[in-house]
C-alpha cells in the first residue's frame, strides 16, 4: 500500500467523522433520501460511477449537485441532448476576439486532473456516440485530445436519467450500464412531515440556494483514492464470507441450481447475462466500505445486503420472454437469493 | 300347336323360376349367419339363444315395432330378452340380433317342439321389405321318469326328490385382496387430505432436536480445530430451517415476530449471532463453553417450540 503523498492527510479515524459530517450535510438539503445518501457515499468510498433514476422532480439533480458540492473538487456537468457529440464534451469552439475561429478545452479538459465530478445529466438524451465516449472516461479515466491522453484520476461520473420519458431517448447499452458501479431508484419522501416541509417550506423553493447553503468541500476530493485503497486494505474477508459472496452472485446467475423458484417463470431459462467479475467486484468493494462506515474490521453478509440490488439489478438481463416484468421479476430473485442462500 | 303351347310354358315356368331364384339373391334383406345352439336335449328352464346377422342393403333401415316384445310367447314359452345392434358396412346395414327364450315345458318323453318364425320389417321411405327369421324346430328331454324307481312304490312325490346339492365353495382371495388395496389407497387419500389441510398434527422432530442431536454428536467425536463452528453452524440450520429460508443477524427481529415463542429467548438469540458473527466472519475464537452454550440454546429452542406445536 502506497501511503499517501499529502502528510496532511486526516487518520482513518477522522475520516469516519468526516464521512459522518458529509452525510449530515448532504440530509439535511436533501430530505427523506438517507438510504440514497448512504448507498452514494458506499460508490463514492468505492471509487464507483454512479447512475441516479427516478420520477420527475423527485430531486435527482439537486441530490447530484449537493453530494459534488460536499467533495468538492472540480464539478462539471452537461446537459444529454439528441445533437450533443462527443467532441463537444472535449472541445469547446467560439470565434476569438480576433475574428478567427478558436478552439479550448471542452468541459471534461477543463480542469485537468482535478476534475472530481462529472454530472451527466438526462444522459439517456445524449446519443450513443456520446455514451461511447463517457464509457472511456468512466472505465480508464482518461480521454485522448489535442493529441495527447489527458488523466482524471479523481474523477467519479454521476448521470441521472429519467424513466418515464422513452421519447427521443437512446438506451443505455448493458456496457454502459455495467459501468456504473450502482443505478439507485430515487423515491420522493413518504413521510407526512417530509412532505409537507418539502411543500411550505421556503428553504427548499430554491434549488440552487439550498444547494448553496450544504457545507462545502467536506471531504478532500483528492485523497479519496487513497482512502478507498486504505479501506480495502484493511476491511478482511473471512473464508466463510468469501464462501458466501461467491454463492450470493452464483444463485444470481443459476438460480435453479439454488432452488429457486419464481410463479410464472422457468428459473433455468430465465437469465441471459448475469454480474461479470466488474459486477461481483464491485459489489466486494461495496461490502468493505459498509464494513468500514459500520466500523466494523471484517464484512458481514447484511454488508453485501445493503447494495446488493443497487449493484446487481442493472446487470441481469432476462431472457426477452420475461422482460415486460423486469423489474418484478428480478427483485423476486434478488430476495429469493437473499433467502436461499444461507450463511454461515 | 301342342308342341308350341308346351314350349311356351316351358319356357314361362322357366323363366318364372328363373326371377324367383335371382328375386332372392337380390333381396334387400338377408341372414348372413344364425346360431341357435344344440336342438336336443333342452329341459325344462332351460334357456336358449338365438342369434341371427342380418345384412340389409341401404338405405333400409329395420322397423323397431316389428321386433317381438319380450314376454310369453306361449304359455311354455317366454322371450327374455331381444337385443339389436347395428353397424354400417359399406353400402349396406348389419344387424346383430340375439334372443333369449326361456322353456318351461315339462315332458314326460322326448317331444318335438318349435320357436316360431319372427317377421321382421325394413323400411325405406315408401318401400317396404320383409325377411323372416326362421322357426325353429327342436326336441325337448324330460327331468325325471315317468314312473318311480321300483314298481309299487306309494309315496310318488318323495320317491323324485334328490339330496340337495351339497354348496359350492368360492375363494375369496382376491375380493379380500381387493378389499384391502381399497382400505390401503382410502386411508392413503384421507391422509393426504389431512395433510393438504394442514389438519395433521406436526409430526417429527423439531430442528431444533435435531440440531442438539448433531451437537452432541460433534461434542462426544471431540473432533480438534472447527468443530465449535460445525456446532453454530448447526444451530444456524436449524433456525433456517424454522423459519424456511435464511435467517441473518438483522434479521432476528422478524424472526421472533414470526415464531413468537422463541421471544423468550431473544437475548440468547442475539448473544448467539452476536457469537456466530465473531466466530465466521471476525475470525475470533469464542470461549470453550460456545459447543455446551449452542446445546443449551438448541434444548430451549427445541423446548419452546415444543410448547408451541402442543398449543
Known amino acids: 500500500m502506497n501511503q499517501p503523498a499529502n502528510s496532511q492527510i486526516p487518520a482513518m479515524s477522522d475520516w469516519h467523522d468526516l464521512i459522518a459530517k458529509m452525510e449530515q450535510s448532504i440530509n439535511q438539503t436533501i430530505l427523506g433520501q438517507e438510504t440514497i445518501v448512504r448507498q452514494m457515499v458506499i460508490a463514492t468510498l468505492s471509487r464507483g460511477h454512479i447512475l441516479l433514476e427516478g420520477d420527475v422532480g423527485v430531486g435527482k439533480t439537486t441530490l447530484l449537485k449537493t453530494v459534488a458540492e460536499t467533495l468538492g473538487g472540480n464539478f462539471e456537468r452537461i446537459e444529454g441532448t439528441i445533437d450533443l457529440m462527443p467532441h463537444d464534451l472535449v472541445y469547446y469552439t467560439y470565434i476569438a476576439e480576433n475574428g478567427k475561429p478558436g478552439v479550448s478545452a471542452g468541459p471534461v479538459l477543463k480542469h485537468g486532473d482535478a476534475l472530481s465530478i462529472f454530472f451527466f445529466n438526462e444522459i439517456n438524451r445524449a446519443r450513443p456516440q456520446v455514451h461511447s465516449l463517457l464509457l472511456r472516461i468512466m472505465a480508464e479515466r482518461s480521454v485522448h485530445a489535442f493529441n495527447e491522453t489527458h488523466y482524471f484520476p479523481h474523477l467519479q461520473v454521476f448521470a441521472d436519467r429519467n424513466r418515464i420519458e422513452k421519447d427521443e431517448t437512446f438506451e443505455l447499452p448493458a456496457a454502459a450500464r455495467d459501468r456504473f458501479m450502482m443505478e439507485l431508484h430515487v423515491e420522493q419522501p413518504k413521510a407526512e412531515a417530509q412532505l409537507k416541509d418539502l411543500m411550505f417550506n421556503t428553504r427548499f423553493h430554491d434549488a440552487d440556494k439550498l444547494v448553496d447553503s450544504a457545507d462545502k468541500a467536506v471531504v478532500p476530493y483528492d485523497q479519496l483514492n487513497d482512502v478507498a485503497a486504505l479501506i480495502q486494505e484493511q476491511v478482511k474477508a473471512s473464508s466463510t464470507l468469501q464462501d458466501y459472496g461467491f454463492h450470493l452472485c452464483r444463485a444470481l446467475r443459476e438460480p435453479a441450481e439454488y432452488g429457486i423458484k419464481i410463479s410464472d417463470v422457468e428459473v433455468d431459462k430465465m437469465i441471459k447475462g448475469g454480474m461479470g467479475p466488474r459486477g461481483i467486484s464491485y459489489l466486494a468493494r461495496g461490502a468493505r466500505v459498509n464494513a468500514w462506515l459500520n466500523q466494523r474490521e471484517a464484512i458481514i453478509p447484511e454488508d453485501f445486503h445493503v447494495i446488493l440490488k443497487q449493484i446487481a439489478k442493472h446487470r441481469i438481463f432476462l431472457n426477452p420472454v420475461y422482460d415486460y416484468n423486469r423489474d418484478e421479476i428480478i427483485d423476486t430473485l434478488i430476495e429469493a437469493a437473499l433467502d436461499n442462500v444461507a450463511s454461515p | ?311
Open chain 2, 1 to 311: 300347336m301342342k308342341m308350341r303351347l308346351f314350349f311356351s310354358v316351358l319356357a314361362i315356368w322357366l323363366l318364372g323360376s328363373g326371377s324367383l331364384v335371382a328375386n332372392e339373391a337380390n333381396a334387400p334383406a338377408k341372414i348372413l349367419q344364425q346360431d341357435q345352439g344344440r336342438s336336443f336335449g333342452v329341459m325344462v328352464g332351460d334357456k336358449i339363444h338365438h342369434r341371427f346377422l342380418v345384412a340389409v342393403d341401404d338405405p333400409y333401415t329395420i322397423i323397431q315395432s316389428s321386433l317381438p316384445q319380450p314376454g310369453d310367447l306361449t304359455y311354455w314359452l317366454e322371450l327374455r330378452d331381444i337385443s339389436v345392434t347395428s353397424r354400417e358396412a359399406d353400402d349396406r346395414t348389419l344387424y346383430l340380433i340375439d334372443l333369449s327364450y326361456q322353456t318351461f315345458y315339462a315332458p314326460l318323453d322326448v317331444r318335438a317342439l318349435e320357436i316360431p318364425a319372427i317377421p321382421l320389417d325394413f323400411s325405406a321411405g315408401e318401400q317396404r321389405t320383409q325377411l323372416s327369421l326362421p322357426k325353429w324346430e327342436f326336441t325337448m328331454s324330460p327331468i325325471k321318469e315317468i314312473t318311480p324307481r321300483g314298481v309299487g312304490h306309494d309315496n310318488q312325490v318323495e320317491a323324485f326328490m334328490k339330496p340337495a346339492i351339497a354348496p359350492r365353495q368360492f375363494s375369496l382371495n382376491e375380493l379380500n385382496q381387493q378389499t384391502s388395496l381399497l382400505a390401503v389407497a382410502s386411508i392413503m387419500i384421507l391422509l393426504l387430505l389431512l395433510w393438504l389441510q394442514g389438519m395433521l398434527p406436526k409430526l417429527g422432530l423439531s430442528p431444533f432436536t435435531r440440531a442438539a442431536r448433531e451437537i452432541r454428536r460433534i461434542k462426544r467425536s471431540k473432533a480438534k480445530g472447527d468443530d465449535y463452528l460445525a456446532s453454530i453452524q448447526a444451530v444456524h440450520k436449524a433456525i433456517n430451517k424454522r423459519a424456511d429460508g435464511t435467517v441473518f443477524a438483522s434479521q432476528l427481529e422478524q424472526f421472533i415476530e414470526q415464531f413468537p415463542q422463541f421471544a423468550g429467548l431473544k437475548p440468547e438469540l442475539a448473544r448467539f449471532f452476536e457469537l456466530s458473527r465473531d466466530a465466521f466472519f471476525m475470525d475470533k475464537r469464542p470461549g470453550d463453553s460456545v459447543i455446551s452454550d449452542c446445546l443449551n440454546l438448541c434444548r430451549q429452542l427445541a423446548a419452546a417450540d415444543k410448547v408451541s406445536a402442543v398449543k
